[in-house]
């Protein structure tokens, strides 16, 4: 049985919004520092993250990763960070998909970006997540 993808969006696509998204990170003044920190091989960090999108997008089982671990594992990530992440990606959606697909991308995105959000939030070095 074969998933339908959540919206319309091709493989192409993704690859194309992965690619403007993290050439306007690498540009970012907030965001930057810290993908540079985290990041040495971006052709590998792009291909791996368009894999992430298009197995949360059209169901590829491309992808086997834990963000949520690596989020939290980082260390300089804040909840702060979510924002400007958002709001940029956000703007690749829109100058880069029709509007239907990059709203619903969008929506997928804020979901995806609240839990990762919550996940730096309540971590404690060493320990378990803060629950109250």
């Known amino acids: 049985m074969t ?4 919206f319309p969006v091709t493989p192409e696509q993704i690859d194309e919004v992965v690619r403007v998204f993290y050439g306007a990170v690498r540009r970012h003044e907030v ?12 052709p590998a960090h792009e ?4 894999a992430f999108w298009r197995n949360a997008i059209l169901a ?4 086997d ?5 690596v989020h939290r594992g980082a260390g300089d990530v804040t909840p ?3 924002e400007p992440w958002l709001m940029l990606f956000d703007a690749t959606l829109a100058r880069t998909l029709p509007r239907d697909s990059a709203q619903a991308w969008s929506a997928l995105a804020h979901r995806i970006g609240a839990g990762l959000r919550m996940a730096v939030q309540t971590r404690t070095p060493g320990g378990p997540p803060i629950l109250r």
């Open 3 to 6: 998933i339908p993808p959540r």
């Open 31 to 42: 965001l930057a520092p810290i993908f540079a920190r985290h990041v040495a091989d971006w």
């Open 47 to 50: 291909a791996r993250i368009a």
């Open 60 to 63: 590829e089982r491309g992808y």
């Open 65 to 69: 990763g834990n963000p949520t671990l």
């Open 80 to 82: 702060a960070h979510f």
